[in-house]
């Protein structure tokens, strides 16, 4: 370079420089004009969001027409990053995202969309997310374009590369901000139309069936006056979390992903605090966390909690010392002491069911809001890896008794739909699955993701018809098969039933309960050894691989607590152990070290799938 030409260019990048100090000193004076507004904007006095969409839409448009060689792009992309930073300048304005089938394709487009400013996070639920919105300082980004709330309007989307929405933007913003109502009326009911409840059916037509393990209620007007109570009670559950849930479950029955199912056989009422719903909270983390290493797709969590209150039974009554009284069937229905009084069936007690259960679920969304931190630590202390996305936790328990399960299901007129909203996913035990009972009924009717229990007795075609009644348009994540036969009797009955619902073509998801089929007595207890629940999780994944059908979950009877009820196990529990701390109110369940055993070795189990998918 001659001397001239580098004179030259320094004078060039001397203009460059002061040419960015105007850029900066101009920037700047537009912050502080920005703030100006902000305090304008309080003077409003309502707790709308600071963000302004339909007047940053006229900025850029304004810039668009003035501009004569800057393209388009560089004007909406600078000017993308100017407003956001004012926004946050305005007020700290974050993302919360709900959960979503892309997560990091959400996440990665809401970037790119809102901006580098602001912060952004994951919500366990669309719920919660459109809390967070509530308060006027988030913008919610959901996968369906309602919100439920008067104060919160749809206002932007957050659109894929294929231009298709990944994501609705809702939030606190005047009417004239808001997009056209009508549209996402029509594009919630298009998807929505997945999860339709059939048109014949109603929430008492199960009492015109016959309904197996009923409780014996001595006072029907008490019945009544407990049904009319829970029906103007709120429900438990959100259907938008009971949505999430199905799309879940629908990668699974798609082969992507496993389903981690488990809690207390019964859940109780005298052992019930905090302290107990944290520990079943973080031993289905722990062991998710295991699981995912080694899955192919998300692991799905799903407690056995917040409704699991009811027990079917083989007997109906127990006989000690010449006294029979009737047999304990959960807290929901009577209480286990062996004296009449407990034992007599009280309605009142699905009072105190419905409460427990709201506390609960208030509790695991507190947990899972703080899920992040737990992770971290997990990760930390097992050197397990991979990002720390807060993990939701949905609630399951078995549909046994109907009043209870009538007076909580409720319309929601934009999906066109029943749902139970006493828990996330219900599911029929093997006790009450008859094709013509109530239980099949009440089920066939919720929109909500159904489980059935399969064991010894079912038969090929008994399974194919109760396939079809409860799944008549075969939609993935609407039903769970769980296979509950016992290690030595899985090898005889789940080739069949797998072959049949794969040559069927049916779109479910089939899983494996290792405890139902493997309980044994140890002198007047139950007890079951980990080594029969192992042996059937290896035969189910076993099968499964043969019959080319995916081995979507398990489904485990545990506790976090340092019971002991199962025998073996990495603690090698022998049945003198049993008398220590045999706490369960009904089926023993492995303890918190026993449960990780069984987590771990399904880990084994499953890596080889995710070879094979990675090939
Ligand atoms: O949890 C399931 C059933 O309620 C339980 O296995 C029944 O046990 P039972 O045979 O003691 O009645
Ligand atoms: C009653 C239960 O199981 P099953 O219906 O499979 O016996 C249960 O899961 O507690
Ligand atoms: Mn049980």
Request: hydrophobic fraction near 40%; include cysteine; proline fraction near 5%.
């Amino acid at each position: 370079m001659t001397e001239q030409q580098s004179r030259r260019l320094a004078e060039l990048r001397g203009e460059l420089d002061r040419i960015d100090d105007q850029i900066l000193d101009l920037i700047e004076q537009r912050m502080a004009a920005a703030s100006a507004i902000a305090r304008a904007k309080d003077d409003e006095g309502d707790q709308r969001l600071k963000l302004r969409p339909r007047r940053q839409a006229q900025i850029v448009e304004r810039l668009h027409a003035r501009a004569t060689s800057a393209r388009p792009e560089l004007i909406a992309n600078v000017w993308r990053e100017i407003m956001a930073h004012s926004l946050q300048a305005q007020a700290a304005t974050e993302i919360v995202l709900a959960p979503s089938d892309t997560p990091e394709l959400l996440e990665a487009r809401a970037r790119a969309h809102f901006g580098s400013a602001a912060a952004i996070r994951f919500a366990v639920s669309a719920a919660q997310a459109l809390k967070a919105a509530l308060s006027g300082e988030a913008i919610a980004v959901l996968q369906e374009p309602i919100s439920g709330d008067d104060h919160l309007r749809l206002f932007d989307m957050v659109l894929g590369e294929d231009r298709q929405p990944l994501g609705f933007a809702i939030g606190r913003v005047a009417a004239e901000d808001a997009l056209a109502e009508e549209a996402p009326e029509k594009k919630r009911r298009v998807r929505f139309a997945d999860h339709q409840s059939p048109s014949d059916w109603t929430p008492v037509g199960w009492r015109e069936r016959r309904a197996e393990q009923q409780p014996d209620y001595p006072d029907a007007g008490a019945l009544q006056r407990v049904e009319r109570r829970l029906a103007g009670s709120a429900p438990l559950v959100e259907v938008a979390d009971i949505i999430h849930l199905r799309a879940s479950l629908s990668q699974v029955a798609n082969a992507q992903g496993f389903i981690l199912q488990g809690g207390d056989c019964a859940e109780s009422f005298a052992e019930f605090n905090a302290e107990k719903v944290r520990t079943t909270y973080k031993l289905l983390l722990q062991m998710g966390a295991l699981l995912r290493s080694a899955t192919a797709g998300e692991v799905v969590h799903l407690a056995r909690i917040a409704g699991q209150f009811a027990k079917p039974r083989s007997a109906g009554s127990e006989t000690i010392g010449g006294v029979t009284l009737p047999s304990y069937r959960g807290d929901a229905v009577n209480g286990p002491a062996f004296t009449a009084a407990s034992r007599t069936p009280d309605p009142r007690r699905l009072l105190d069911a419905h409460r427990q259960a709201q506390v609960t679920i208030e509790l695991l969304h507190a947990y899972a809001s703080a899920s992040y931190a737990d992770l971290a630590e997990l990760h930390a202390e097992t050197g397990l890896e991979g990002p720390l996305r807060p993990v939701s936790m949905f609630t399951s328990h078995e549909a046994l008794l109907l009043n209870y399960e009538q007076a909580l299901t409720r319309w929601d007129a934009p999906s066109e739909s029943w749902w139970a909203t006493t828990g996330h996913m219900l599911w029929i035990g093997d006790r009450t699955r008859q094709l013509d009972g109530a239980h099949v009924e009440f089920c066939r009717g919720v929109a909500n993701p159904i489980g059935l229990k399969c064991g010894p007795s079912l038969k090929v075609d008994e399974l194919l018809r109760l396939v079809e009644r409860l799944d008549p348009e075969n939609r993935a994540g609407r039903l769970v098969l769980i296979g509950r036969f016992g290690s030595a009797k899985v090898a005889e009955h789940l080739p069949e039933l797998m072959r049949a619902t794969r040559r069927a073509g049916r779109n479910l998801v089939w899983t494996i309960d290792p405890m139902h089929g493997n309980t044994r007595s140890a002198g007047a207890r139950k007890t079951r050894l980990v080594s029969d629940i192992l042996a059937e999780i290896a035969a189910f994944f076993a099968i499964a691989r043969a019959e080319g059908v995916h081995p979507g979950g398990m489904h485990l009877e545990m506790t976090g607590g340092d019971v002991t009820e199962c025998l073996g196990g990495s603690a090698s529990l022998v049945e003198e152990d049993l008398e220590r701390r045999y706490l369960t109110h009904c089926d023993p369940r492995l303890n918190r070290g026993q449960a990780i055993d069984v987590a771990a070795a399904v880990a084994g189990l499953l890596a080889p799938e995710r070879r094979s998918d990675a090939a």
